[in-house]
């Protein structure tokens, strides 16, 4: 199985600030059709998780610019820019390039 | 507006069954790959299982390999996880989610979630 490795578990950041969250994989994630399916979701506190980012670096529909993804291979990182209140609860990463489908364990952020 | 409504959770013993339902609409369902992914209360998210859009191929993780069967009616664009031989450690909120574009390697749309309570 692909092991995702989040760091880290958790960060608080002030109001306007930027964070990194990083996301390692124990396998490379590039797929056979040369893709690499590396995705961030955020779970709001009380809410289901929703979509971020897809592909890396593909914001999802209706996700505000201030979210940028990056990385290859084995190596992903999820910036959030300008932070505002509605951007706390637990951000995951996820593969999709093999199954079993896997997940990141977690990254907390909270606001300062 | 895509919506996922899950819908069967509730408290069972361990050893018994429970089927879980999630009412999609919004899309056309029988485009996409569908998936369940749960979360054990306090606890990190985890992949249960994916059928393709037509229901011809499915995965599962090998802790419910043999006991849940994911399954599909497109007519009435209804998902559907039928859990038997349930124990402690398949408790957690389950949720329905759709994937994104035609393919099923992300998670683009989630329900609200369903808990199921395994405990005697």
């Known amino acids: 199985d692909v092991v995702m490795t989040q760091t880290p578990v958790s960060l608080s950041v002030s109001l306007g600030g930027q964070v990194s969250i990083s996301c390692r994989s124990s396998?490379?994630?590039?797929?056979?059709?040369?893709?690499?399916?590396l995705s961030w979701y955020l779970q709001k506190p009380g809410q289901s998780p929703q979509l971020l980012i897809y592909?890396?670096?593909n914001r999802f529909s209706g996700i505000s610019d201030r979210f940028s993804g990056s990385g290859s291979g084995t190596d992903f990182t999820l910036k959030i820019s300008r932070v505002e209140p509605d951007d706390l609860g637990v951000y995951y990463c996820?593969?999709?390039?093999?199954?079993?489908?896997?997940f990141g364990s977690g990254t907390k952020l909270e606001i300062k | 507006e895509v919506q996922l409504v899950e819908s069967g959770g509730g408290l069972v013993q361990p050893g018994r069954s429970l089927k879980l339902s999630c009412a999609a609409s919004?899309?056309?369902?029988?485009?996409?790959?569908m998936a369940w992914v749960r979360q054990a209360p306090t606890k990190g998210l985890e992949w249960v299982a994916s059928?393709?859009?037509?229901?011809?191929?499915?995965y599962y993780r090998d802790s419910v390999k043999g006991r849940f069967t994911i399954s599909r009616d497109n007519a009435k664009s209804t998902l559907y996880l039928q859990m038997d031989s349930l124990r402690s450690e398949d408790t957690a909120t389950y949720y329905c989610?759709?994937?994104?574009?035609?393919?099923?390697?992300?998670?683009?749309?989630w329900g609200q979630g369903t808990l199921v309570t395994v405990s005697s």
């Open positions: 989610t759709r994937s994104g574009g035609y393919n099923p390697h992300w998670f683009a749309y």
């Open positions: 919004g899309f056309t369902f029988s485009n996409y790959y």
């Open positions: 059928i393709t859009n037509s229901g011809g191929s499915t």
């Open positions: 396998q490379s994630l590039v797929h056979n059709n040369g893709n690499t399916y």
């Open positions: 592909k890396v670096s």
């Open positions: 996820g593969q999709g390039t093999q199954y079993p489908l896997t």
